[in-house]
Nanobody, 111 residues
């Protein structure tokens, strides 16, 4: 059974960094593109970044200079490095692969 588990969220001050992880089980994620989405309170879920099977990243335009998506096929995991975090980055972050979603990890950026 395909399962995704996100981790690495938490409370961070503005300007701080977090590294989110997405651990996959039940399948080999090397054959799939991977996406990260987020949902802020009261807002719709939005795409943050994705990475193709070959490792080509794409980002929401406003995030490209602060976020980095990566994948580690050998360890069946994906990551989202987030730097220079802002309060508006607050939300629940999800990874998605082949139509499956994890449960999300909460990121709160606040002083």
């Amino acid at each position: 059974q395909l399962q995704l588990v996100e981790s690495g969220g938490g409370l961070v001050q503005p300007g701080g960094s977090l590294r989110l992880s997405c651990a996959a089980s039940g399948f080999s994620l090397g054959d799939y593109a991977i996406g990260w989405f987020r949902q802020a309170p009261g807002k719709e879920r939005e795409g943050v970044a994705c990475i193709t099977e070959r490792g080509t990243p794409n980002y929401q335009d406003s995030l490209e200079d602060r976020f980095t998506i990566s994948r580690d096929n050998a360890n069946n995991a994906a990551y989202l490095q987030m730097n220079s975090l802002k309060p508006e980055d607050t939300g629940v972050y999800y990874c998605t692969i082949s139509g499956s979603w994890g449960q999300g990890t909460q990121v709160t950026v606040s002083s």
